[in-house]
């Protein structure tokens, strides 16, 4: 059993920065899928940035040179710098992790972005 904790979401101003933490917990976990989605209102969930089972990192297109996802040697925290953030960038941002061949979820962490 997986779990994760998100943290580090907030209100922000267009430009500005956040870093955003997910902690999985559980006992011998060595995770090396793990990333970040999110989901704004009356959309479907999107891919953000995630590490790959070969650990290679993938972004979504329009957050390429702008986002940063980055782990702990452990394999048990992944992190998500967030600049040059945009109003776009509202929404609710989902820690995702692939262990044992089943998909764990966070709860969510809001990113609002707003002047």
């Known amino acids: 059993q997986v779990q994760l904790v998100e943290s580090g979401g907030g209100l922000v101003q267009p430009g500005g920065s956040l870093r955003l933490s997910c902690a999985a917990s559980?006992?011998?976990?060595?995770?090396?899928?793990m990333g970040w989605y999110r989901q704004v209102p009356g959309k479907q969930r999107e891919l953000v940035a995630t590490f790959t089972s070969d650990g290679s990192t993938n972004y979504a297109e329009s957050m390429k040179g702008r986002f940063t996802i980055s782990r702990d040697n452990a394999k048990t925290t992944v992190y998500l710098q967030m600049n040059s953030l945009q109003l776009d960038d509202t929404g609710v941002y989902y820690c995702?992790?692939?262990?044992?061949?089943?998909?764990?979820w966070g709860q969510g962490t809001q990113v609002t972005v707003s002047s």
């Open positions: 995702n992790a692939f262990y044992n061949w089943r998909y764990y």
């Open positions: 559980g006992r011998g976990l060595r995770i090396n899928v």
